[in-house]
């Protein structure tokens, strides 16, 4: 009966025994699971943290790129500034010198008017110079006609005829110079008028070149301001885009930062699970180690007992 007692005792402790290394298989393979899990949530962390390093990365890069992006619109808005300015500069003076050169003109046109009527009255004065000189000469011709014919009466009155003859001569001389100073005054006018005129024609020329070399330059300018107004709308959409892709990387950084925590969370959820089963296993085991202790003890006490006996 002891042995059969014995037995049973012994096969209970088997039982109990194969019950523990099975609870404890159950807790070792939970525990490699819990490991697996952890290390894979570590896995998923690091590359998280990776993923949101390099989202930092490319937001601390795109407000770079959007920094540069607004410094380049100031810097353009200026230089467009600069150039309106230049523009407005440009056509006040090119306002000016078309007042300028519509006063030339006119004082021009006036000068040119007075030359002309200073040429009118030196014509008129040469034709009756000419005239006065045509009626002399042929009141010459009638007296040298008068004198051949009377020969008897110019010896009669040879005086009279060399007084009125000197006075004659004294008046072609008058006439002359008379009109020698009118066609040098003529002809001075003339050299005035066409020393105006050639003026004229210079300023008329530098005014077609100035005005030519104004229109390519404004040309120029307003090329260069249409492209700089180009360049600054494309800088403005561009940073819009930077400015939307900048909102989208921080609302994706702020949805990477709650998934973070809440890995964390898990992580240190499952730590703490962790730790309450090793803790369980370390009893387990510790239970299962004084189990077979007793067992080794009470087979090692049985087996003292039935030595005698067998005996």
């Not at 042995?3 to 807790?27: G, H, P, Q, R």
């Not at 500069?89 to 200073?118: C, F, P, S, Y």
Request: proline share 0%; hydrophobic share 35%.
């Amino acid at each position: 009966m002891a042995m059969e007692t014995v037995y049973e005792e012994l096969d209970e402790v088997k039982v109990e025994n194969e019950k523990l290394k099975a609870d404890l298989k159950s807790k070792s393979e939970l525990c490699e699971h819990l490991k697996k899990i952890q290390n894979e949530l570590l896995t998923n962390i690091q590359e998280a943290s990776s993923k949101i390093e390099k989202q930092v990365e490319g937001i601390l890069e795109k407000e770079e790129e959007i920094s540069v992006a607004k410094r380049a619109n100031e810097d353009l808005k200026h230089s467009l500034y600069d150039k309106e300015m230049i523009v407005k500069h440009l056509n006040g003076a090119n306002d000016k010198l078309r007042v300028e050169r519509d006063e030339k003109n006119q004082k021009w046109g006036q000068e040119n008017g007075l030359t002309v009527l200073a040429l009118d009255e030196a014509n008129e004065k040469n034709v009756h110079l000419e005239k006065t000189i045509n009626v002399l000469r042929a009141e010459i011709i009638k007296a040298h006609l008068s004198v051949s014919q009377n020969k008897c009466l110019e010896a009669k009155k040879k005086a009279e005829n060399t007084k009125e003859m000197r006075e004659r001569d004294d008046l072609l001389d008058e006439v002359g110079k008379g009109r020698r100073k009118v066609e040098d005054e003529l002809k001075w006018k003339k050299e005035q008028f066409k020393y105006l005129e050639e003026a004229h024609e210079k300023l008329l020329d530098q005014f077609k070149v100035s005005k030519h070399e104004w229109e390519q330059e404004k040309s120029a300018l307003l090329d260069e301001v249409s492209l700089l107004k180009t360049r600054l709308d494309s800088q403005i959409w561009i940073t819009g885009y930077l400015e939307n892709r900048l909102k989208m990387c921080n609302q994706v950084l702020a949805h990477e930062e709650t998934r973070r925590k809440y890995l964390e969370t898990e992580i240190s959820e499952l730590k703490m699970r962790f730790g309450n089963i090793f803790s369980e296993f370390q009893d387990a085991k510790s239970r299962l180690d004084c189990l077979n202790l007793q067992r080794e003890n009470e087979v090692a006490t049985q087996r003292h007992l039935l030595v005698p006996r067998n005996r």
